[in-house]
């Protein structure tokens, strides 16, 4: 009976000491679980960005801002110059201005004279290049061989100078003067002798040619139509 009784509360034994075992290690695995919840509310509790942040929210990451790049200064458009056509055929290109044939005193001349004919309502002249050359001719002329008049030594007059250096010779005239120092000196004597005065306001002239030379200041008027 003794071993009976014996065999029969083994099992009981060991079957309460593994209940308390299993027991024991459940309490056991529950306390490694508690800490580890409490360090992660102290971790919350004590995070810089806040609680929400540190714990729960998923981090996100930081937007982007577009790169922007200098904008340059905008580019002025060029400016459209059309071309000028060319002259048609048989058309003389325009007379160039005066001050690329004369400059200087005899340019003044030139200037001086057209403002008298307007005044009179005679239409400007136009300066040639071949009574520039002409005009030029006979004031050097004159300052180099030291006579004054409108005929040279050999008896040349305006008329045969303005032929010779090319100008077709219908009608013309031609003033000289000597001694002034400025074209508006010049001009005034001019303007008081009649038969100087005719020829700078005689509607009928068209062209017009000026020679100075300023050693002696030879002076000489060259007209032509």
Known sequence: ?????????????????????VTVL???????????????AAMAAHSPIGPALAADAPLRPPRRRPLLLPIPPPVPPIPFIPELPPAPPGVSPLPPPVSSLLSG??????????????????????????????AQRHSADMAARGFFGHQDPEGQGFADRERSAGYPMNSGGENVARGQETAAEVMSVWMNSPPHRRNILNCGFTSIGVGYVAVGHYWTQDFGS
């Open 1 to 21: 009976m003794a071993a009976s009784g014996r065999r029969r509360i083994r099992p009981i034994l060991v079957g309460l000491a593994t209940g308390a075992l």
């Open 26 to 40: 459940a309490v056991f695995l529950d306390q490694l679980k508690q800490p580890a919840a409490g360090t992660t």
């Open 105 to 134: 005193p005899a340019a003044e001349v030139v200037s001086i004279t057209n403002a008298r004919r307007v005044e009179v309502g005679c239409n400007p002249l136009k300066v040639d290049h071949r009574l520039v050359r002409s």
